[in-house]
């Protein structure tokens, strides 16, 4: 993983979401959780709802989501329908996987206003410790 104090470089691209808008995984308006899976994943499965709560409980926290690892578009919508998610869902590819150094699933930062790694964790996170996270 990157660490912590690490800015984030732009990527070259920006990505694709599910609706089909783009989106770059940097300089966003608020501290933003970006958090990595793959639709396979039980882990991601079991913890994934601990995600849509911090999005729809805290207006000052973005969240988005990046697909890795899966085999096509149908397998990430299932994924996202089956848990009802409403936070932007993104496309990655082995590129950023590459960038931010995702070695296994879930994985994910939490990235402050000024572009800058504030956390980040590996592994289950419950809903308090994403939420601790971004303080």
Known sequence: ??????????????????DNKTIELNHMDKTTVVYFFAPWCQICHMSISNL???????????VVAVALDYVDK??????????????????GNEQIKRQ???????????????NTIIAKSM???????????TL
């Open 1 to 18: 993983m990157l660490s912590t104090g690490e800015a984030i470089v732009k990527q070259s691209t920006p990505l694709q979401t599910l």
């Open 52 to 62: 849509q709560a911090i999005y729809e409980k805290n207006d000052h926290i973005n």
């Open 74 to 91: 149908k397998e990430v919508f299932k994924f996202s329908n089956q848990h009802q998610l409403t936070f932007p869902i993104v496309l």
């Open 100 to 114: 931010f150094k995702v070695k296994g699933y879930p994985s994910y930062y939490v990235i402050d206003t000024e």
């Open 123 to 133: 592994g289950y996170s419950s809903e308090i410790g994403l939420l601790l996270r």
